[in-house]
């Protein structure tokens, strides 16, 4: 993937001003694949004029016309699907099948919101006088600063894009510079799509002289994150200090409570699927597992033969399940999880170390008989690492699992429609799933309550995050 011309402003590739860059590591090889210019101030000056002479353009073209132009950035990205995973895998590290799911998912979410883009109606209020009326209106917010990670590097770029432009909203996005390749061919596939010169704007940079500088600028009309907990925070302050419209999707601790009733054969495998897609870097994965103690034991068993099955490898490998770690940071971090897990007696029965010597591979891993206070318990530990705890009663699994300040996703399994109903009321997320691992789909809403954000994205309310509402009375003579 070519980096050197990573800015994409009023239409045009552009080598950045600064002269700043920072390297592109392929993490299964830990070698340099490239070097991404950062853009500079100018640059940025450059792309937020650029966004606000496309606002003005594309909040003009007729929803119809705007659809068409989504539509076929969801066509191009299903025709340049292989581009777009042999990118993924080389900078991001997951196996290829993986990195074509996501492309496929994000030209889905792309195509739904180009037909609801269509739909964003308005509603008229009965009038408290004669002779008027009160019309209520969806408006276009205005140019859109976005920030997107490291761990969906195509689908969390494409979706963001695609809420814009089919609210009639411009954007500014940065990407994550460790994985720039999906975003550079996601900008030129725009492009080809018909995207008017200014509508989409990617700039790559230090990640706080970029935010600070965007946020900061009277252009920007409303902001939208995907990241941390502790970025998002940061984001939001900057936000509130110009008043400014935000959307944030942070991290997640999500629960997975697997009742006595359960298939149990069935909630493994699935919470194996779950906790080790992506090397465990999934935001809604879940991560803590809460079993009933009657049936503890064999799901365990079950849950440990499943991990042990999984082949780790280079996800350009054939039959590699899962890849390496996305970068040095998280494979320190699982070495710091492991060895506190184990200094407070928590039992380990899989992985646990790393694998090999060159690349960031990390075996996956399991604890049982973990304390509630081990790091893996109260952090997020965004790796390949489960751990799992028993519980007696209902209402106290309910309560361990929302005792952390987040609340992005959350699991349960049983059998019984009354256990899945107080599940389903008494967890506190965004999102949950009963007896299944999926949580996202581009026609629902999706975010999170608590520490894991506000606001939400997809669905019919992930679309209206991009329009301020007006409300006109009207009065006839």
């Not at 920072?22 to 792309?47: C, F, K, M, Q, Y």
């Not at 006088?129 to 969390?156: K, L």
């Amino acid at each position: 993937m070519q980096h050197d011309l990573a800015l994409l402003i009023n239409g045009s590739w552009i080598v950045p001003s600064s002269g700043r860059s920072s390297p592109v590591i392929n993490p299964a090889t830990e070698a340099e694949i490239g070097r991404l210019p950062h853009a500079g101030v100018d640059d940025l000056d450059r792309a937020l004029e650029a966004a606000a002479a496309g606002f003005k353009l594309w909040r003009q073209v007729l929803p119809q016309e705007r659809a068409k132009v989504v539509r076929r950035f969801a066509d191009l990205m299903r025709e340049h699907v292989d581009l777009l995973a042999a990118a993924i895998t080389a900078e991001q590290g997951k196996t290829l099948a993986e990195a074509r799911g996501e492309v496929q998912g994000a030209a889905e979410l792309a195509e739904w919101l180009a037909e609801e883009g269509r739909r964003i109606y308005g509603r008229i209020v009965p009038s408290r006088f004669p002779n008027s009326r009160i019309r209520v209106e969806h408006e276009p917010v205005g140019p859109v600063a976005a920030f997107s990670p490291w761990n969906f590097p195509c689908s969390m770029v494409a979706r963001k894009i695609a809420h814009a432009l089919a609210a009639g909203c411009s954007i500014v996005i940065k990407p994550a510079e460790e994985t720039p390749g999906a975003a550079i061919i996601l900008g030129h596939l725009c492009l080809k799509a018909g995207v008017p010169p200014g509508v989409v704007n990617i700039v790559f940079g230090a990640p706080a002289q970029v935010s600070e500088h965007l946020i900061a600028s009277p252009i920007i009309q409303k902001i939208s994150l995907t990241g941390s907990v502790g970025v998002g925070k940061h984001i939001a302050m900057l936000a509130a200090r110009e008043l400014k419209k935000v959307t944030l999707e942070l991290g997640g601790h999500s629960p997975a409570v697997i009742c006595e009733d359960a298939d149990i054969a069935a909630a493994a495998q699935m919470c194996v699927q779950s906790r080790f897609r992506n090397a465990g870097q999934v935001c809604t994965a879940a991560t803590r597992f809460y079993v009933h103690a009657s049936v503890a034991e064999s799901f365990t068993r079950q849950f440990v033969q499943h991990v042990a099955a999984i082949k780790v490898g280079d996800g350009t490998a054939p039959g590699v399940q899962m890849g390496p770690l996305s970068n040095q940071r998280r494979l320190d971090a699982m070495d710091r999880f492991v060895a506190d897990a184990e200094a407070r007696g928590a039992r380990l029965v899989a992985g646990g170390q790393r694998i090999g010597n060159r690349g960031y591979f990390f075996a996956p891993t399991v604890f049982t008989d973990i304390p509630a206070d081990a790091e893996v318990m109260t952090q997020e530990p965004f790796g390949p690492m489960a751990p799992i705890r028993s519980f007696d009663t209902l209402d106290e699994v309910i309560a361990s699992a929302n005792s952390l300040p987040f609340g992005l996703a959350a699991y349960g399994f049983t059998r019984s429609h009354r256990t899945a109903e107080r599940l389903s009321s008494g967890l506190r997320a965004g999102v949950v799933a009963i007896n299944g691992v999926t949580v996202t789909a581009p026609e629902a809403p999706f975010g999170g309550v608590g520490d894991s954000g506000v606001g939400r994205e997809s669905g019919s309310e992930g679309l209206l995050e991009y329009t301020h509402v007006k409300t006109v009375t009207e009065t006839f003579n």
